[in-house]
């Protein structure tokens, strides 16, 4: 019971019909088994690389990632089928079937060598984005350094007003005259000029203090704003910091990584070497079924599927056979006229 299982399972891989096969002798039995055999390795690596990449670069969660891996699986082996279900494999199929085994191949070693090599390749992934994000700051930073650059020489220029307006307060009396007196004659009539005595601070003096005040609260919140920009300005670049730390560098971005990693032979291409393994092994497991398939002969199942479409292509040529005699020949010729005036344009 066990290996009719097997065999029910085997041929709801391939796609062969179990009634015919179960009837079959050992040999194509054999032969199948050896294929399931084949499809339960592909199948079962497929499905561990399609969790990995679901769950991973994808993000879907636990089920998402099952649903994933359920996904490959259904794909390798609808890919597989092309084969084993091909009577005479010629050339360019075997061409293909290797083109695809490569391609395959090298995307289950990428695959497996980003997940078992993550911590080497997160640390050069890592620093090309935290060299990106530089990049992408470089503006913010030139933004603000011109603001910067733009308080300091406003505060500049209120410090040089300031000394200008000192200097002129320095060369004005510090008291002017209150006014009064005036012109009067003597008995000689000689005029006499009475001025009044008394003296008030030089309004001038005031009026360059208040401009002064002015631009002394000027300087003060020119500067309270620069520390507002630099305290704002520390927060984003931290906050940026914060987020480049957590940002995941993506599928082609570890690539790249991976790449980089592969071709660093310090002090030996052990990474290259181990990429190596990995991407022969899939060759070779991509290429199994073909193999198995190129090396087999003839069995009995092949046989008896051969015969039941001889069978049937004999079947069709009587019944014509037999229709072709049951009309008369010019009714067959009208009917081929009428068949061919009315076909579809």
Not at 99 to 121: E, M, P
Request: proline fraction near 2%; include cysteine.
């Amino acid at each position: 019971m066990p290996n009719d299982l097997w065999l029910k399972f085997g041929c709801f891989l391939s796609g062969h019909n179990y009634k015919i096969l179960s009837e079959c002798s050992e040999s194509s039995k054999r032969d199948q088994k050896k294929i399931t055999s084949a499809l339960v390795i592909i199948t079962l690596i497929w499905s561990i690389i399609g969790f990995i990449f679901s769950s991973k670069y994808l993000n879907f969660g636990i089920w998402g990632s099952i649903c994933g891996s359920a996904f490959m699986a259904i794909l390798i082996v609808q890919i597989e089928r092309q084969i084993i279900l091909t009577y005479k494999l010629n050339s360019w199929a075997k061409f293909f079937r290797v083109l695809l085994g490569i391609i395959v191949a090298t995307i289950g070693a990428s695959i497996i060598d980003q997940y078992l090599f993550a911590n080497d390749i997160n640390d050069i992934a890592k620093k090309k984005v935290f060299t990106e994000a530089q990049i992408e700051s470089k503006n913010d930073r030139i933004l603000y350094n011109n603001s910067l650059l733009q308080i300091d020489s406003s505060i500049n220029q209120n410090k040089q007003n300031y000394q200008k307006i000192d200097l002129q307060i320095k060369q004005l009396p510090l008291t002017v005259s209150a006014g009064g007196g005036g012109t009067s004659f003597g008995p000689d009539g000689k005029a006499i000029v009475k001025t009044n005595g008394n003296r008030i601070a030089n309004p001038d003096i005031s009026q360059l203090r208040a401009q002064q005040n002015s631009l002394i609260n000027s300087s003060q919140q020119l500067e309270r704003y620069k520390l507002e920009i630099e305290k704002n300005y520390n927060e984003a670049q931290k906050k940026k910091q914060e987020e480049i730390s957590n940002r995941n560098p993506g599928f082609l971005k570890e690539l790249n990584s991976l790449i980089e990693y592969l071709l660093n032979f310090d002090p030996y291409p052990t990474a290259l070497i181990f990429y190596l393994i990995w991407f022969f092994f899939f060759i070779l497991i991509e290429s199994l079924v073909l193999i198995i398939k190129s090396g087999d002969h003839l069995n009995d199942y092949d046989k008896i599927v051969i015969y039941q479409q001889q069978i049937r292509e004999e079947r069709l040529k009587i019944l014509e056979q037999r229709r072709t005699a049951s009309i008369g020949e010019d009714q067959r010729i009208d009917n081929s006229d009428l068949f061919i005036n009315n076909r579809p344009r």
